[in-house]
């Protein structure tokens, strides 16, 4: 009996209505959940240098030269997208045009690469290459080649890089002569009087014969013709090639405006008496086929930016005055040789450092 009295006591202490000093029951240890496994490591794309995206961007235009349309569309992001002068397509539209032109067995065409730039930041890497695409002969087409520049965009997914976007644009000198017809016909940015240093070095000269170098739409060019100069103007943009001739109509004299480009025309030997290279870029390999073009006595004019100038070293390129210096500094007389701050006739005609130099032949 005194067994089962203590057993009913000590029930009674941990029932639930027990009086607030019966001793504490204690607790039932909680149940210990499963711990989640740890997820799995992000799958992450190796870093590329200049050369990985050189090589990986030489590989992606491989396959599309051989109308690889599997390789193609195995090499391209999920947002791929292509971008060629006015026109794109995604990734269903470019494999199927690979795949069309492997089921017209069209030839692989091929690829010769220069002037090739990277440029990788965090988590992209852009590739800009110059291009001659080699197209051979198909049907009643004939080979040809194209020229342009292409650009890929990289991008990593998950373990991969990706090209998230491709562009081609016209390069050679179908882009150049684009370029500068827009550019003159526009009329922007650029002086539309002959240039200061030209007006003032033939003032009270006899005339001669002339030779504007990028003519453009033959400022200098008709100037020197009204002073009596038998004048040849040439350059690539035959659009200002035409406003030339048109001003020289107005101006009643006689201009030949010949389409050519810089460096393949044949300047001749001994034939100008002057020869201007006004805003027609730094060329110091055209200076000695200029020199030979000269006869004695002749006058060489140009004037450019400086080659420490804000608008050189944004792209445009600038003289050494040293160089000019040396390259006439024997069997010719340099009547002008300077580096001034003044308002260039170029680049929206702002302030910056130019190169003035004019040289006479001996």
């Given at each position: 009996m005194?067994t ?19 001793p ?69 539209e ?76 016209r ?41 504007d ?40 004299v006689a ?19 002057l ?88």
């Amino acid at each position: 009996m005194r067994t089962a009295a203590l057993l009913i006591v000590a029930l009674a202490a941990c029932a639930p209505h027990a009086a607030a000093t019966a001793p504490a029951c204690p607790a039932a240890p909680p149940e210990t959940a499963a711990a989640p496994p740890p997820p799995a490591p992000t799958p992450t794309a190796p870093k590329l240098d200049a050369q990985a995206v050189i090589a990986q961007s030489h590989a992606f235009f491989d396959a599309i030269d051989r109308e690889d349309a599997d390789a193609v569309r195995a090499a391209v992001g999920p947002s791929y997208v292509y971008a060629s002068e006015a026109r794109y397509a995604d990734a269903d539209e470019m494999t199927k045009s690979l795949q069309n032109m492997r089921d017209r067995k069209m030839p692989a065409r091929t690829r010769s690469w220069d002037d090739e730039h990277v440029f990788v930041g965090d988590g992209v890497a852009i590739f800009v290459g110059h291009s001659i695409q080699h197209w051979p002969a198909f049907e009643d087409d004939g080979a040809y080649d194209e020229d342009g520049y292409s650009t890929l965009v990289w991008t990593p997914v998950g373990a991969e890089w990706k090209v998230a976007h491709a562009s081609w644009s016209r390069g050679g000198m179908d882009a150049e002569r684009a370029r500068w017809n827009d550019w003159l016909t526009s009329g922007r940015g650029f002086n539309k009087q002959p240039n200061q240093l030209l007006v003032d070095t033939v003032k009270g000269r006899k005339p001669g014969r002339a030779l504007d170098i990028a003519t453009g739409q033959g400022r200098n060019a008709v100037f020197l013709a009204t002073r009596g100069w038998k004048t040849t103007g040439i350059d690539t943009a035959d659009a200002g090639l035409r406003i030339a001739k048109e001003q020289a109509a107005k101006e009643k004299v006689a201009l030949d405006a010949i389409e050519a480009d810089m460096d393949t025309y044949d300047y001749g030997k001994a034939k100008w008496d002057l020869v201007a290279l006004i805003y027609a870029g730094a060329r110091v390999d055209l200076l000695e086929r200029i020199k030979a073009s000269l006869k004695k006595g002749g006058l060489f004019v140009t004037e450019y930016f400086a080659a420490d100038s804000d608008v050189a070293k944004g792209g445009a390129g600038g003289w050494n005055k040293a160089d000019l210096d040396a390259a006439f500094g024997t069997g010719w007389k340099i009547l002008k040789s300077e580096e001034i701050e003044d308002n260039a006739d170029w680049a929206g005609q702002r302030k910056t450092k130019l190169v003035r130099f004019v040289a006479q032949k001996l």
